[in-house]
């Protein structure tokens, strides 16, 4: 009988374990989803946290099959339009009478306007490290960027969509992306 209720005690850890096995599995089912389309799009307000100030605007954005993002700025109005293109060789921005300034990031290595581009970077091949079993599943990947380790806490919804990302370097965050209408191409 103790043999029986060992058995059942050690087949019920089991069940929970796969459980917690949940948030990884979201997250690679979201790197297949994204790998095997012709692309995606969507949607992002960013908030770029600079520690004394914060900034916030709204971009358009569709990654093609080769990694490439394409963007066009839609918030605030007084940037509205301007358009451009980020890869992992390099970035362009275009614009005709509108001035974008923003400081670098990170001790220089970032502008805001990559931030979306190196989430889904870090979807697409960074270490998947942990995920919560939930309706809605925040995963941890950590990843790099010109040479320095960053941290993206991705939230995804039950539908294993990407709905909220961190990206966090020195262990403070620096961007917030809020992601909506993601779809694959």
């Not at 019920?12 to 917690?20: I, Y």
């Not at 509108?98 to 270490?127: C, D």
């Amino acid at each position: 009988m103790k043999f029986l209720a060992f058995a059942l005690a050690f087949l019920v850890s089991l069940c929970g374990c796969a459980e917690k096995d949940t948030g990884i599995s979201d997250a690679l089912y979201l790197r297949q989803r994204i790998s095997q389309g012709n692309g995606y799009s969507y949607q992002a307000i960013i908030t770029a946290d600079y520690g004394d100030c914060t900034y916030e605007f709204t971009m358009d954005c569709e990654i093609d099959k080769d990694g490439t993002q394409h963007f066009t700025l839609i918030k605030p109005e007084t940037i509205c339009g301007i358009t451009g293109a980020i890869s992992q060789v390099g970035g362009k921005l275009i614009f005709d009478d509108k001035v974008l300034l923003f400081e670098p990031m990170n001790r220089g290595t970032l502008i805001p306007a990559v931030g979306p581009w190196l989430m889904f970077k870090a979807v697409s091949g960074g270490y998947i490290r942990s995920g919560t079993d939930s309706k809605i599943n925040q995963i941890t990947i950590d990843d790099s960027f010109e040479g320095e380790l960053f941290q993206l806490l991705l939230t995804v919804n039950e539908g294993g969509d990407p709905v909220f990302g961190e990206i966090i370097f020195d262990n403070r965050r620096i961007l917030s992306i809020k992601v909506n209408d993601f779809k694959v191409l």
